[in-house]
Antibody, heavy 121, light 107 residues
Framework: QVQLQQSGAELAKPGSSVKISCKAS????????ISWIKQTTGQGLEYIGY????????YYNEKFKGKATLTVDKSSSTAFMQLSSLTPEDTAVYYC??????????????WGQGTLVTVSS | DIQMTQSPTSLAASVGESVTITCLAS??????LVWYQQKPGKSPQLLIY???ILEDGIPSRFSGSGSDTQYSLKINSLQPEDFASYYC?????????FGAGTKLELK
């Protein structure tokens, strides 16, 4: 069965960076793009962007350009998201999810368990 | 960006009742509407995609409808495990945007 296993919670200081991982199993890694989604109590669910797991090509939501960097390691079936120049507003749970595409329809069928990032001095 | 306006924000109901949640897109999304359920401390779970297509394994008491800019999620005969938060998502164009969510609580 498809599983996405994310790395553990992070406590980071303002101005620093963190790198979250998302290890896929149960399917051919390059069959799905991987998206990243931010969830906070105040802002709800926000789409960060996606990475094409075959080509490494990326799309970023304008709001997260310069904040998030998406990469992939096909050899280990793992996607990564680095968050830089952290501020308290980056405190959130971050999810990775597979992207299923059917014509003009796109949806997130499988989700990781989430990684809590807390930014505090 | 396509804005998704979801209502109500919260809803109280009893086991056995039926409820409807609505989602309004700021422009036509041509049926590319997705619904998720999220329980506390868990990841969102896919319920419906393409506005009306039930994901495998989702009970038939869940149904989706709508077109153009207006969409609905109906849950018939609520079960105890249905009390959770529900989110709609624009699946047409990036950035994929989500509604603010509906918290379904036990009355």
């Amino acid at each position: 069965q498809v599983q996405l296993q994310q790395s553990g919670a992070e406590l980071a200081k303002p101005g620093s960076s963190v790198k979250i991982s998302c290890k896929a199993s149960g399917y051919t890694f390059t069959s799905y793009d991987i998206s990243w989604i931010k969830q906070t109590t105040g802002q709800g669910l926000e789409y960060i962007g996606y990475i094409n797991t075959g080509s490494g090509g990326t799309y970023y939501n304008e709001k997260f350009k310069g904040k998030a960097t998406l990469t992939v390691d096909k050899s280990s079936s793992t996607a990564f998201m680095q968050l830089s120049s952290l501020t308290p507003e980056d405190t959130a749970v971050y999810y990775c999810a597979t992207v299923t595409m059917m014509g003009d329809w796109n949806w997130f069928a499988y989700w990781g368990q989430g990684t809590l990032v807390t930014v505090s001095s | 960006d396509i804005q998704m306006t979801q209502s109500p924000t919260s809803l109280a109901a009893s086991v056995g009742e039926s409820v409807t949640i609505t989602c309004l897109a700021s422009e036509d999304i041509y049926g590319s509407l997705v619904w998720y359920q999220q329980k506390p401390g868990k990841s969102p779970q896919l319920l419906i995609y393409g506005a009306t297509i039930l994901e495998d394994g989702i009970p038939s008491r869940f149904s989706g409808s709508g077109s153009d800019t207006q969409y609905s999620l109906k849950i018939n005969s609520l079960q105890p495990e249905d009390f959770a938060s529900y989110y709609c998502q624009n699946g047409l164009s990036t950035p994929y945007t989500f509604g603010a969510g509906t918290k379904l609580e036990l009355k």
